[in-house]
C-alpha cells in the first residue's frame, strides 16, 4: 500500500528557510491523487498547508501563499515544500498526505515531522 | 475562509456510551466533510468521507450524517481504542479549513 515520508532538518533559525520532502512508496506520485501539506502546532489544531498534484498545478493556503511553495518530482516519486522567511509561528508538527481519488479527503498520511524555528 | 466549529471541544465517556460530536460550517458544504480520528504523536485517520461515507477499513460503529452547514460523528459504541480527538475537514472550497478538535477521553 502507499507510504509516505517526510523529511528535513528539525531546526530552522528565524528568517531562515524550511524545506521538506515527502516521498512516496507504494504507489506513483504520478496517479490521479492530489497530494498535500498539513501542519499541527504544538497542542493545536490542523492547518491545510496547500496542495499540488504531478501537472504542477497548486493550491496554497493564503495565509502562507506569499512565503510558500511546492513543487513535485516524478522522477524521484516525491513532493516538497518550501517555506520562506520562518517565523515561531511555523513551528509545528507537518504532515504530508494523499488525497483519495473520491474527493479532497486525505486517506494516507506521512507519520509528520517536527519543526521548531528558534536560534 | 470557511469557518468550522465542533461542539464538545470535549467529552468524557465509558466504553459502552453512545457518542455524537457536531460540527458546523460557516456556508454551506453540500456533503464535503470529512472525519479524522488522531491520537497523541500519530497522525490523523480519515474516517468518513463525504459526509456518510465509511472509509475502507474503519469500524462500522462510526457513522456520520448531515449536509449543508450541520454535520454529526456518533461513535455507537465506544471501545478502548476510540479514545482520541476528533476533527472535520470541510473540502468544499480553498483553503480547506479543519474544526478545532473534540478530544474524548475516559469518564
Known amino acids: 500500500q502507499v507510504q509516505l515520508q517526510e523529511s528535513g532538518p528539525g531546526l530552522v533559525e528565524p528568517s531562515g528557510t524550511l524545506s521538506l520532502t515527502c516521498a512516496v512508496s507504494?504507489?506513483?506520485?504520478?496517479?490521479?491523487?492530489?497530494w498535500t501539506w498539513v501542519r499541527q502546532s504544538p497542542g493545536q489544531g490542523l492547518e491545510w498547508i496547500g496542495e499540488?498534484?504531478?501537472?504542477?498545478?497548486?493550491e496554497h493556503n493564503p495565509s502562507l501563499k506569499s512565503r510558500l511553495t511546492m513543487s513535485i518530482d516524478e522522477s524521484k516519486n516525491q513532493f516538497s515544500l518550501t517555506l520562506t522567511s520562518v517565523i515561531a509561528a511555523d513551528t509545528a508538527v507537518y504532515y504530508c498526505?494523499?488525497?483519495?481519488?473520491?474527493?479532497?479527503?486525505?486517506?494516507?498520511w506521512g507519520q509528520g515531522t517536527t519543526v521548531i524555528v528558534s536560534s | 475562509d470557511t469557518q468550522m466549529t465542533q461542539s464538545p471541544s470535549s467529552v468524557s465517556a465509558s466504553v459502552g456510551d453512545r457518542v455524537t460530536i457536531t460540527c458546523r460550517a460557516s456556508?454551506?458544504?453540500?456533503?464535503?466533510l470529512a472525519w479524522y480520528q488522531q491520537k497523541p504523536g500519530k497522525a490523523p485517520k480519515l474516517l468518513i468521507y463525504?459526509?456518510?461515507r465509511l472509509q475502507s477499513g474503519v469500524s462500522s460503529r462510526f457513522s456520520g450524517t448531515g449536509s449543508g452547514t450541520d454535520f454529526t460523528l456518533t461513535i455507537s459504541s465506544l471501545q478502548p481504542e476510540d479514545f482520541a480527538t476528533y476533527f472535520c475537514?470541510?473540502?468544499?472550497?480553498?483553503?480547506?479549513?479543519f474544526g478545532p478538535g473534540t478530544k474524548v477521553d475516559l469518564k
Open positions: 499540488i498534484f504531478h501537472s504542477g498545478d497548486s
Open positions: 475537514q470541510q473540502a468544499n472550497t480553498f483553503p480547506r479549513t
Open positions: 456556508q454551506t458544504l453540500g456533503t464535503w
Open positions: 507504494g504507489g506513483s506520485i504520478s496517479s490521479n491523487h492530489w
Open positions: 498526505a494523499r488525497q483519495a481519488s473520491l474527493g479532497p479527503f486525505m486517506d494516507v
Open positions: 463525504a459526509a456518510s
